[in-house]
Protein backbone atom coordinates (compact mmCIF):
# COMPACT_ATOMS: atom_id res chain seq x y z
CA UNK A 1 0.00 0.00 0.00
CA UNK A 2 1.29 3.71 -0.85
CA UNK A 3 0.95 6.19 1.69
CA UNK A 4 0.59 9.84 0.60
CA UNK A 5 2.85 10.49 3.33
CA UNK A 6 5.52 8.53 1.94
CA UNK A 7 5.59 11.33 -1.05
CA UNK A 8 6.51 14.13 0.80
CA UNK A 9 8.98 16.07 -0.44
CA UNK A 10 9.28 13.90 -3.08
CA UNK A 11 8.37 15.06 -6.52
CA UNK A 12 5.91 12.71 -8.02
CA UNK A 13 5.87 11.77 -11.71
CA UNK A 14 3.07 9.69 -13.57
CA UNK A 15 4.50 7.53 -16.59
CA UNK A 16 0.95 6.59 -18.99
CA UNK A 17 1.18 3.54 -20.96
CA UNK A 18 0.12 2.84 -24.73
CA UNK A 19 -3.45 0.63 -24.73
CA UNK A 20 -5.83 2.01 -27.40
CA UNK A 21 -8.92 2.34 -26.20
CA UNK A 22 -7.98 0.82 -23.00
CA UNK A 23 -5.93 4.05 -22.37
CA UNK A 24 -8.87 5.71 -21.17
CA UNK A 25 -8.93 3.86 -17.70
CA UNK A 26 -5.33 6.11 -17.11
CA UNK A 27 -8.07 8.93 -16.33
CA UNK A 28 -9.66 6.50 -13.51
CA UNK A 29 -5.88 6.50 -12.23
CA UNK A 30 -5.49 9.91 -12.55
CA UNK A 31 -8.76 10.60 -10.40
CA UNK A 32 -7.72 8.05 -7.74
CA UNK A 33 -4.32 9.68 -7.43
CA UNK A 34 -6.22 13.30 -7.24
CA UNK A 35 -8.67 12.48 -4.65
CA UNK A 36 -5.96 10.72 -2.55
CA UNK A 37 -3.79 14.16 -2.72
CA UNK A 38 -0.92 12.96 -5.04
CA UNK A 39 -0.27 15.68 -7.52
CA UNK A 40 2.30 14.41 -10.04
CA UNK A 41 5.24 16.89 -10.95
CA UNK A 42 6.25 15.38 -14.37
CA UNK A 43 4.04 12.83 -16.89
CA UNK A 44 5.24 10.87 -19.79
CA UNK A 45 2.59 8.84 -22.32
CA UNK A 46 3.28 6.54 -25.04
CA UNK A 47 1.15 6.88 -27.48
CA UNK A 48 -2.86 6.21 -26.43
CA UNK A 49 -1.06 7.67 -23.03
CA UNK A 50 0.27 10.45 -24.50
CA UNK A 51 -3.30 11.72 -25.47
CA UNK A 52 -4.50 11.86 -21.74
CA UNK A 53 -0.67 12.42 -20.26
CA UNK A 54 -1.15 15.71 -22.61
CA UNK A 55 -4.47 16.80 -21.13
CA UNK A 56 -3.17 16.52 -17.24
CA UNK A 57 0.16 18.43 -18.54
CA UNK A 58 -2.36 20.96 -20.02
CA UNK A 59 -3.98 21.26 -16.86
CA UNK A 60 -6.51 19.48 -17.02
CA UNK A 61 -8.51 17.68 -14.13
CA UNK A 62 -9.98 13.70 -14.84
CA UNK A 63 -13.91 15.35 -15.14
CA UNK A 64 -12.37 17.23 -17.77
CA UNK A 65 -10.22 14.41 -19.06
CA UNK A 66 -13.37 11.97 -19.14
CA UNK A 67 -15.50 14.84 -20.59
CA UNK A 68 -13.10 14.86 -23.54
CA UNK A 69 -12.70 11.03 -23.85
CA UNK A 70 -16.57 10.95 -24.12
CA UNK A 71 -16.90 13.52 -26.81
CA UNK A 72 -13.69 12.56 -29.01
CA UNK A 73 -11.83 9.40 -27.85
CA UNK A 74 -12.59 6.38 -29.74
CA UNK A 75 -12.77 5.31 -32.59
CA UNK A 76 -12.24 8.68 -34.24
CA UNK A 77 -8.45 9.28 -32.93
CA UNK A 78 -7.43 6.34 -35.38
CA UNK A 79 -6.69 8.98 -38.13
CA UNK A 80 -3.90 10.85 -38.32
CA UNK A 81 -5.62 14.17 -39.57
CA UNK A 82 -8.37 13.86 -36.63
CA UNK A 83 -6.07 13.16 -33.69
CA UNK A 84 -3.39 16.20 -34.85
CA UNK A 85 -6.02 18.11 -35.33
CA UNK A 86 -7.84 16.70 -32.50
CA UNK A 87 -4.71 18.23 -30.09
CA UNK A 88 -4.96 21.50 -31.97
CA UNK A 89 -8.47 21.58 -30.34
CA UNK A 90 -7.54 21.02 -27.01
CA UNK A 91 -4.00 21.38 -26.36
CA UNK A 92 -1.76 24.06 -26.53
CA UNK A 93 0.47 24.67 -29.51
CA UNK A 94 3.87 24.16 -28.07
CA UNK A 95 5.29 21.66 -24.96
CA UNK A 96 6.06 24.95 -23.76
CA UNK A 97 3.22 26.38 -22.90
CA UNK A 98 2.17 23.39 -20.65
CA UNK A 99 1.55 23.71 -17.03
CA UNK A 100 3.57 20.69 -16.63
CA UNK A 101 6.88 18.94 -17.61
CA UNK A 102 5.58 16.47 -20.47
CA UNK A 103 7.31 14.11 -23.14
CA UNK A 104 5.66 11.72 -25.54
CA UNK A 105 7.27 8.32 -27.06
CA UNK A 106 7.76 7.70 -30.01
CA UNK A 107 9.69 5.13 -32.28
CA UNK A 108 12.21 6.35 -34.79
CA UNK A 109 12.11 3.76 -37.94
CA UNK A 110 15.28 4.15 -38.83
CA UNK A 111 16.39 2.43 -35.27
CA UNK A 112 13.32 1.03 -33.63
CA UNK A 113 14.95 3.04 -30.77
CA UNK A 114 12.53 4.96 -28.90
CA UNK A 115 12.74 8.80 -28.99
CA UNK A 116 11.32 11.20 -26.25
CA UNK A 117 9.76 14.01 -27.66
CA UNK A 118 9.67 17.24 -25.13
CA UNK A 119 9.66 20.65 -27.10
CA UNK A 120 8.36 21.80 -30.27
CA UNK A 121 4.93 20.96 -31.85
CA UNK A 122 2.45 19.02 -29.54
CA UNK A 123 0.02 18.03 -31.63
CA UNK A 124 2.67 16.54 -34.20
CA UNK A 125 4.70 14.59 -31.16
CA UNK A 126 1.34 12.73 -29.99
CA UNK A 127 0.18 12.19 -33.73
CA UNK A 128 3.81 10.50 -33.72
CA UNK A 129 3.41 8.59 -30.34
CA UNK A 130 0.05 7.02 -31.92
CA UNK A 131 1.19 5.98 -34.81
CA UNK A 132 -0.18 2.55 -34.38
CA UNK A 133 2.24 0.07 -36.73
CA UNK A 134 -0.25 -1.29 -39.27
CA UNK A 135 -2.49 1.07 -39.10
CA UNK A 136 -1.40 4.34 -39.43
CA UNK A 137 1.72 5.61 -41.79
CA UNK A 138 4.61 7.40 -40.29
CA UNK A 139 4.35 11.00 -38.83
CA UNK A 140 7.72 12.82 -40.00
CA UNK A 141 8.65 15.38 -37.50
CA UNK A 142 11.86 17.51 -37.83
CA UNK A 143 13.14 15.59 -40.84
CA UNK A 144 13.00 12.18 -38.84
CA UNK A 145 9.66 8.98 -39.42
CA UNK A 146 8.23 8.14 -36.18
CA UNK A 147 5.92 5.77 -35.72
CA UNK A 148 4.08 4.53 -32.39
CA UNK A 149 5.88 4.41 -28.70
CA UNK A 150 5.00 1.42 -27.54
CA UNK A 151 6.70 -0.39 -30.50
CA UNK A 152 9.95 0.54 -28.56
CA UNK A 153 8.59 1.96 -25.22
CA UNK A 154 5.23 0.94 -24.07
CA UNK A 155 5.33 2.62 -20.58
CA UNK A 156 7.25 5.74 -20.73
CA UNK A 157 8.89 5.12 -16.99
CA UNK A 158 12.49 6.22 -17.41
CA UNK A 159 11.30 9.97 -19.67
CA UNK A 160 9.64 10.45 -16.33
CA UNK A 161 12.30 9.86 -13.90
CA UNK A 162 14.98 11.65 -16.70
CA UNK A 163 12.72 14.48 -16.46
CA UNK A 164 13.06 14.54 -12.61
CA UNK A 165 10.94 12.25 -11.19
CA UNK A 166 11.78 11.14 -7.73
CA UNK A 167 9.06 8.43 -7.32
CA UNK A 168 7.55 6.82 -10.66
CA UNK A 169 3.77 5.72 -11.10
CA UNK A 170 3.21 4.14 -13.69
CA UNK A 171 0.02 3.24 -15.00
CA UNK A 172 -0.24 0.24 -17.42
CA UNK A 173 -3.17 -0.67 -19.91
CA UNK A 174 -1.35 -2.36 -22.25
CA UNK A 175 -3.25 -5.06 -23.31
CA UNK A 176 -0.24 -7.72 -23.96
CA UNK A 177 0.25 -7.54 -20.32
CA UNK A 178 -2.86 -7.86 -19.68
CA UNK A 179 -3.19 -10.86 -21.40
CA UNK A 180 -0.09 -12.20 -19.94
CA UNK A 181 -1.15 -12.37 -16.65
CA UNK A 182 -4.70 -13.89 -17.32
CA UNK A 183 -3.01 -16.83 -18.57
CA UNK A 184 -0.88 -16.96 -15.11
CA UNK A 185 2.21 -15.66 -16.13
CA UNK A 186 4.22 -12.94 -13.93
CA UNK A 187 6.69 -10.32 -14.81
CA UNK A 188 8.46 -10.81 -11.45
CA UNK A 189 9.05 -14.68 -11.65
CA UNK A 190 12.49 -15.53 -13.80
CA UNK A 191 10.95 -18.47 -15.51
CA UNK A 192 8.16 -16.34 -17.15
CA UNK A 193 10.02 -13.25 -17.81
CA UNK A 194 9.86 -14.68 -21.74
CA UNK A 195 6.39 -13.70 -22.14
CA UNK A 196 7.46 -10.27 -21.75
CA UNK A 197 9.42 -7.91 -24.10
CA UNK A 198 12.60 -6.58 -22.50
CA UNK A 199 11.82 -3.47 -23.25
CA UNK A 200 8.39 -3.52 -21.15
CA UNK A 201 10.67 -5.56 -18.40
CA UNK A 202 12.96 -2.69 -17.93
CA UNK A 203 10.72 -0.06 -17.29
CA UNK A 204 8.66 -2.02 -15.12
CA UNK A 205 12.07 -2.04 -13.48
CA UNK A 206 12.04 1.82 -12.94
CA UNK A 207 8.68 2.45 -11.53
CA UNK A 208 8.28 2.81 -7.84
CA UNK A 209 4.66 1.79 -8.42
CA UNK A 210 2.83 0.05 -11.43
CA UNK A 211 -0.90 0.05 -11.54
CA UNK A 212 -2.57 -2.43 -13.48
CA UNK A 213 -6.44 -1.94 -14.15
CA UNK A 214 -8.45 -4.90 -15.46
CA UNK A 215 -10.00 -3.58 -18.27
CA UNK A 216 -13.44 -5.51 -19.30
CA UNK A 217 -14.18 -6.15 -23.05
CA UNK A 218 -17.20 -3.82 -23.13
CA UNK A 219 -14.63 -1.36 -22.98
CA UNK A 220 -13.73 -1.56 -26.20
CA UNK A 221 -17.03 -0.44 -27.46
CA UNK A 222 -17.21 3.20 -28.65
CA UNK A 223 -19.84 5.14 -26.31
CA UNK A 224 -19.92 6.83 -22.91
CA UNK A 225 -21.00 3.96 -21.29
CA UNK A 226 -17.36 2.54 -21.97
CA UNK A 227 -15.80 5.70 -20.79
CA UNK A 228 -17.79 5.20 -17.49
CA UNK A 229 -16.28 1.30 -17.58
CA UNK A 230 -12.87 2.29 -18.81
CA UNK A 231 -12.67 4.92 -15.89
CA UNK A 232 -14.01 2.99 -13.32
CA UNK A 233 -11.45 0.04 -13.84
CA UNK A 234 -8.70 2.79 -13.54
CA UNK A 235 -10.28 4.09 -10.52
CA UNK A 236 -10.72 0.82 -8.65
CA UNK A 237 -6.67 -0.40 -9.76
CA UNK A 238 -5.46 2.57 -8.19
CA UNK A 239 -7.18 3.06 -5.29
CA UNK A 240 -6.34 -0.94 -4.44
CA UNK A 241 -2.49 0.73 -3.50
CA UNK A 242 -3.58 3.35 -1.83
Known amino acids: MLHVEHLQGLRVGLALSGGSARGIAH ?5 ALDEAGIQPAFVTGTSAGSVVGAGLAAGMDWRRLKKMAQEIFWPSLLNSRGIERFCHQQFPREFSDLALPF ?8 DRQPRVLLSGNLASAINASCALAGVRWPVTREGERL ?4 MSCVLPTQACR ?14 WSAFARQLGFHRDRARHQWMFPKQYL ?5 ADLVIQPRIPLSGYLPGKASVERLVRAGEEAAKAFL
Not at 105 to 110: D, E, F, N
Not at 163 to 169: K, S
Open 162 to 175: ELGADFVIASDVWA
Open 147 to 150: KDGG
Open 27 to 31: IGVIK
Open 202 to 206: RSVQV
Open 103 to 110: AAVATGLS
